[in-house]
């Protein structure tokens, strides 16, 4: 088990500003209420009042100021946990007598339980409409508890700590090599294959019609505007469907093995052309490897980067003959010398295992790109 924790900026209506103002005062009032008590307490008797104490009392308090029912209960306790655990740390000496909270100061609570985040970014607290939040990278793992704050110039944010089951990463010693392409987005040296959905091709239909809709707005009409939305929300769709094809992706291959073996993006820009470029962009290859490398972290996978050109595909991956003849019309082929029959993408990606572990001589690096569209693995109808 691991923890992470992860901060998104949240965008609270007027109402709900409202709403958390009473949050933060709540917490603010029982935090520093329990503090006097406490202080006072062990002045007089030397005693120091243990938690459960505590709690009898929040709950005679809440009788007595009833705007404390207003917020959820379990933020109160959980207030009165940080509390405590301010003095555990004062009593072993580390760190130092806890000070009252000031309103001036940055602001905050904690919801430990009975929350929601959704994917199209909104977080549900208990007693209030959900929130706007921005969630700018995935959350892994499954949410423990959130905290709300808002600093002294009046920005909010949601801290979500989430506990990783890292128990489906077994150590098991698995070593893949991953071949990026065009034609399948993703090959394992294991035979295992990842079609390349092409979102933003498919979407192009819809997006020239809206574009040319687009083109024939007034300047400064409404339906400019609105002409201009339609076109922005495909962009869009068609980000996160992207998003989400890679991040099951990534997460599976992360997950799965312990090393990793890819080209890198130097070798993969080789292959930049204008034919290509708009079919690159589509894949995101850099995108989908930060999110390798990310995940490689907490699943702990280790990604490695072949980053000299050598023909992967010509060469045969179990006895080191180069087929110079290998065209793209090619997908299967016999190698001469040791006889092995070959999927030319799964050869290639053996080859980079064998390359980022050295196992392949550096003077075999030295090729350059002839035919940049081969290592993609577009065939001339399809491309
Ligand atoms: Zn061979």
Request: one cysteine or more.
């Amino acid at each position: 088990m691991g923890n992470k924790a992860y901060k998104f900026r949240i965008y609270p209506n007027n109402e709900q500003s409202a709403f958390l103002a009473k949050c933060f005062g709540c917490s603010r009032f029982v935090y520093n209420y329990f503090l006097r008590v406490t202080t006072d307490a062990y002045a007089e008797s030397k005693k120091s009042l243990r938690y459960k104490e505590w709690a009898k009392l929040l709950v005679k308090l809440k009788s007595e100021f009833e705007w404390l029912t207003e917020v959820n209960s379990q933020s109160l306790q959980q207030t009165l946990k940080d509390l405590k655990s301010a003095f555990t740390r004062f009593f072993k000496k580390l760190g130092g007598f806890p000070n009252f909270k000031k309103r001036s100061n940055r602001q905050s609570f904690r919801v430990p339980q009975h929350f929601l985040i959704s994917e199209n970014g909104f977080l549900k607290l208990p007693k209030m409409t959900p929130l706007k939040m921005v969630i700018h990278r995935e959350i892994l793992g499954t949410p423990k508890n959130v905290t709300i704050s808002k600093t002294p110039s009046g920005k909010y944010y949601a801290s979500i700590v989430t506990e990783l089951d890292i128990a489906h990463a077994p150590l098991n010693g698995n070593k893949i090599g991953l071949d990026l392409g065009l034609k399948e987005f993703a090959i394992t040296s294991n035979g295992e294959k990842f079609e390349n959905p092409r979102y933003f091709q498919k979407s192009l239909p819809r997006l020239k019609v809206r574009q040319r809709r687009l083109s024939r707005k007034q300047k400064g009409s409404s339906n400019l505007d609105k002409s201009r939305l339609s076109v922005a929300k495909i962009h869009e769709k068609v980000a996160n469907q992207r998003q989400d094809y890679q991040h099951k992706i990534s997460r599976k291959l992360t997950c799965e093995n312990q090393a990793i073996s890819v080209e890198s993006l130097n070798i993969k820009g080789m292959v930049k052309n204008r034919k290509l470029a708009k079919h690159i962009s589509d894949v995101a290859w850099g995108n989908f490897l930060t999110m390798l490398e990310y995940k490689g972290d907490i699943y702990g996978c280790e990604i490695r980067y072949v980053d000299r050109f050598f023909p992967s595909s010509k060469r045969c991956s179990n006895c080191g003959y180069i087929k110079e003849d290998l065209t793209l019309a090619i997908r299967e082929w016999q190698c001469p010398e040791c006889k092995k029959v070959w999927d030319r993408d799964i050869n290639a990606a053996l080859n980079l295992i064998l390359f980022s572990e050295s196992k392949i001589p550096l003077e075999e690096g030295k090729f350059t790109p002839e035919q940049p569209v081969e290592r993609l693995g577009i065939t001339r109808s399809s491309g």
